[in-house]
């Protein structure tokens, strides 16, 4: 007899999570569905016991498991584990995203998001709101909640959010977005901005507001760990997102090119500020950056950064006008 076709993949990245792998795969597990999944799990060559954890999961669920184990890390070669090994074994309509040190914690979760989607054909993703969980610091959990209602997103909404619009753990696309992936995609450094950009063109973005999932913060070792507490990595990356959108406006024919250069702008602010004089651009790279701007946002950013006094008076003076507009 043969086995039912999944309908949803879950598709795990893991490397190092033996503390919250469990949590991972558990929330999978409890996941209350009318429909029939698989859970699909790439272990990096992790040096603790998570692909021993993993092991464990896969005897007692054969069926519904499917783990590759590394034996050298793929990542350090540049290699995406996702689209290289993950998502080409995706049996399913649907693909359901979540990393191994992040857990659901709604048992319908699955059913919730198909349900949208399946309603509403022109759905590309759909995602809920996700609780942050902060790791090893005395900081009051947040709630990752992009709208105080269930919405659709427009792609320029998408594109002026920039990265981190939804949680990564919340996510579920339609795998064909995903057949040819384009080259915006394919050299981001990171894979959600680009796969929200992606799903956006090509169809609608459901935010569903409810709370579905943990995503935790400041996990020993992440991507945004490692990135966010070292200035030279935050160039190399503010380098390559530059470059990414300036691919994906040429995917789009240049049809966002207003909220682009304004999710640009606002990305080298953030980074001017936060290194200010010890930024670690040349005058000529910094040039070259602000020159793909145009001239509003070019403007923008020095003010900002070396201006901010005019900038907090200029931010004042635009509240009095709106409030003035609005007692009329």
């Known amino acids: 007899m043969m086995r039912e076709e999944p309908l949803v993949s879950i598709c795990c990245i893991t490397y190092n999570h033996e503390p919250y792998i469990r949590d991972a795969i558990e929330g999978f597990l409890m996941q209350e569905t009318d429909f029939p999944f698989e859970i699909i799990i790439h272990d990096d060559a992790s040096t603790d016991k998570t692909a021993e954890i993993i092991r464990e999961y896969e005897q007692k669920h054969p069926d519904i498991i499917?783990?590759?184990?590394?034996?050298?890390?793929?990542?350090?070669?540049?290699?995406?584990?996702?689209?290289?090994?993950?998502?080409?074994?995706?049996?399913?309509?649907?693909?359901?995203?979540?990393e191994g040190?992040?857990?659901?914690?709604d048992p319908k979760k699955l059913q919730k998001q198909v349900a949208v989607m399946e309603a509403n054909p022109e759905c590309t993703m759909s995602s809920?709101?996700?609780?942050?969980?902060?790791?090893?610091?005395?900081?009051?959990?947040?709630?990752?909640?992009?709208?105080?209602?269930?919405?659709?997103?427009?792609?320029?909404?998408?594109?002026?959010?920039?990265?981190?619009f939804f949680a990564t753990n919340s996510m579920i696309f339609k795998k064909n977005i995903i057949k040819n992936l384009?080259?915006?995609?394919?050299?981001?450094?990171?894979?959600?901005?680009?796969?929200?950009?992606?799903?956006?063109t090509e169809g609608s973005v459901f935010y569903i507001d409810e709370c579905m999932s943990v995503y935790r913060k400041n996990v020993p070792g992440s991507w945004s760990e490692r990135v966010s507490?070292?200035?030279?990595?935050?160039k190399e990356h503010l380098i390559k997102m530059f470059q990414i959108y300036e691919q994906f406006d040429v995917y789009t024919k240049q049809k966002y090119s207003?909220?682009?250069?304004?999710?640009?702008?606002?990305?080298?602010?953030?980074?001017?500020?936060?290194?200010?004089?010890?930024?670690?651009?040349?005058?000529?790279?910094?040039?070259?950056?602000?020159?793909?701007?145009?001239?509003?946002h070019k403007m923008s950013v020095l003010i900002?950064?070396?201006?901010?006094?005019?900038?907090?008076?200029?931010?004042?003076?635009?509240?009095?006008?709106?409030?003035i507009i609005l007692d009329l």
């Open 66 to 98: 499917k783990p590759i184990y590394q034996t050298e890390h793929q990542y350090s070669k540049g290699v995406k584990p996702n689209p290289a090994y993950n998502f080409p074994r995706a049996r399913g309509k649907y693909i359901a995203l979540c």
């Open 101 to 105: 040190d992040d857990y659901w914690t």
């Open 128 to 164: 809920p709101a996700s609780k942050l969980k902060y790791e090893g610091r005395n900081i009051s959990e947040g709630l990752w909640r992009p709208k105080c209602k269930s919405s659709v997103f427009t792609t320029d909404e998408i594109i002026l959010r920039g990265g981190g």
């Open 182 to 200: 384009p080259r915006f995609y394919l050299e981001a450094p990171v894979g959600d901005t680009p796969l929200v950009l992606l799903c956006a």
């Open 229 to 234: 507490l070292d200035r030279d990595k935050s």
């Open 258 to 296: 207003t909220s682009i250069h304004h999710q640009k702008s606002r990305r080298i602010r953030h980074y001017l500020r936060r290194y200010s004089d010890c930024h670690g651009f040349s005058r000529v790279q910094l040039n070259n950056m602000l020159d793909k701007l145009t001239f509003r």
């Open 304 to 323: 900002k950064t070396h201006l901010p006094i005019i900038d907090i008076s200029l931010k004042k003076l635009k509240k009095l006008i709106r409030q």
